[in-house]
């Protein structure tokens, strides 16, 4: 497979499993989406927690320009995560573009890629227009990115199931 989509609520043990898919791989090109903010411990924690879990070979990019690495013919990449990049992106005025963007360059990419992203279709309806904004652009774009997947995983519980 060279496209899979592993979706799962937070803390479901989603970004775990993606990484153990490319565990046996030489090489693996980890893009990082989340920015990072040096008042926000609790957030830096966490993403202390995924760089240790990374095997040392694993070459870290931190980037929101995912269509343009796809684009690129080298390792394999594994991109934690799908909801940061729309979370960053959902108030420019090209996300719609930027999507459309990044769902070509997953269709086309000759690269073995694992995407992490966030199922929030299972949860209430947000109570502001910026949480409904967020929920409809990241589920669009998961159904997007599953539609091309070679296969998609749904984590629940740290227990992966497939569902393509």
Known sequence: MSRTLVLGGSRSGKSAFAESLLTQAPAVTYLATAATDPDDAEWAARIAAHQARRPPHWHT???????????????????????????????????????????????????????????????????SDAGRRFRDALGLL???????????????????????
């Open 61 to 127: 990019l931190e980037t929101t320009d995912l269509a343009a690495e796809l684009r690129r013919d080298r390792a394999p990449v594994l991109i934690d995560s799908i909801t940061l990049w729309v979370s960053a992106a959902l108030e420019e005025p090209d996300l719609e573009r930027r999507a459309d963007d990044l769902v070509k360059a997953w269709t086309a990419t000759t690269r073995r890629v694992v995407a992490v992203s966030d199922e929030v279709g299972s949860g209430v309806v947000p109570a």
């Open 142 to 164: 998961n159904q997007r990115l599953a539609a091309a997947a070679d296969g998609v995983h749904l984590v629940v519980a740290g227990l992966p199931l497939r569902l393509k």
